[in-house]
Every structure is written in structure tokens, then in C-alpha cells.
């Protein structure tokens, strides 16, 4: 059976820093390109970053470029998203999804339950 | 960026309707498009992927169509488990982009 399951968020003050972690189980995690996007309750979807199942290859927007990293660690199979200089705006509920490559399209199979962000003073 | 424009916004169906969601990109994507269903407080659930190919245990009742810049998503005939908000999204090109969702709700 497939999980994922974010954790780490929570109440922030602005400039303040959290990371995420997203724990994976029940794929071949280390083959899976990872994103993270987010969601402002009752809004839409936004993506925010991306990596490879190397690691070596992570893409940002550019809402977020330069204040968050993404990284994995594959043995532990888990995804993080280190966020910085954190802004009001940044406030969501963050999910990780699992991106299966299916027949060779990108595609968002597997997803987390999110864990909400709030940046406030 | 590649702007995703969904219409329309809000939909109101009854269970048995057939309804159709549209999705245009500002440039072609090719078939580069995926559909999902967000049910309230629940993570999005893929639908349909490469603008037509259905998603692994998705009912068939889904189907899509579409390529380059305009693409569809039918509902054949809407079930109660249906009522709920659906997003296109762009895998052409990074920063992958979401349309602004379609809410769907019964009439």
C-alpha cells in the first residue's frame, strides 16, 4: 500500500524558517521525480518545486526561488523542503506528491494528506 | 509561464447529468495535460493523464480530450462521489501550472 505523509508544519513568524519532511512508502521512491505544491485553504493548486530521484536536479517557481530548497534522502525515503525568509503569503497547506512518470508523462500519483504552513506574527 | 484557463468556474449538475470541463493553455502543451478531482479537505486525486489516457482504476465514466491548447474533461454521468472541485494542470514545461479549478456542485 502506498503512503505518503508530510510533516512539519505549523506557526511561523514571518522571516522564520520550517522544514517539511514527506515520508513515502509502498513505491520504488528513489525512481520517482518528487514535487512539493501548495494550497491556500479554499483557493488552488500552486507548484512549488521539484527534484529527480537523484537528487541532483532540483527546479523552483519562482515564488519561492532562492528562500527554499528541496532535497531527498533516498535511504530514508523522505523528501524535505526547507523554507526560509518565510512571508505571509507563503501561508498554505503543503502537500508532496509523487510523480510516477507513467508511460512516460508526468504525472501526480501519489499524495500526501498536506500539513498547513501559516506564517504569522 | 503557461497560464491554465478552466471554465467554467462553478458548474451545478444533477447525478445522471453529463457535464464537460474545458481547460485552455496559452501555448501548445501537446498532450502534455493531466486532470484531478479535489474532494473537500482531500489531497487531489489523478484522473486523467496525457490529456486522455485514464488513470489506473479511475471509473470509466472519465474521459479526456484535447490537444495543443484546448482540451475537455467529460463526466459522462455524474455520481454523488463527483461533487467536487477539478483541476487541470500543465506537465509540458516547468513551473508546472494548475488551472483555477472547476467547482462542481449539485443542483
Known sequence: ?121 | DIQMTQSPSSLSASVGDRVTITCRASQSISRNLNWYRQKPGKAPNLLIYAASSLQSGVPSRFSGSGSGTDFTLTISSLQPEDFATYYCQQSYKTPYTFGQGTKLEIK
Request: with cysteine; aromatic share 12%.
Open chain 1, 1 to 121: 500500500e502506498v503512503q505518503v505523509v508530510e510533516s512539519g508544519g505549523g506557526l511561523v513568524q514571518p522571516g522564520g524558517s520550517l522544514r517539511l519532511s514527506c515520508a513515502a512508502s509502498g513505491f520504488s521512491f528513489s525512481s520517482f521525480w518528487m514535487h512539493w505544491v501548495r494550497q491556500v485553504p479554499g483557493k488552488g493548486l500552486v507548484w512549488v518545486s521539484r527534484i529527480n530521484g537523484d537528487g541532483n536536479r532540483p527546479t523552483y517557481a519562482d515564488s519561492v526561488k532562492g528562500r527554499f530548497t528541496i532535497t531527498r534522502d533516498n535511504a530514508k525515503n523522505t523528501l524535505y523542503l526547507q523554507m526560509n525568509s518565510l512571508r505571509a503569503e507563503d501561508t498554505a497547506v503543503y502537500y508532496c506528491a509523487g510523480d510516477a512518470d507513467t508511460s512516460g508523462w508526468s504525472t501526480f500519483e501519489y499524495w500526501g494528506q498536506g500539513t498547513l504552513v501559516t506564517v504569522s506574527s
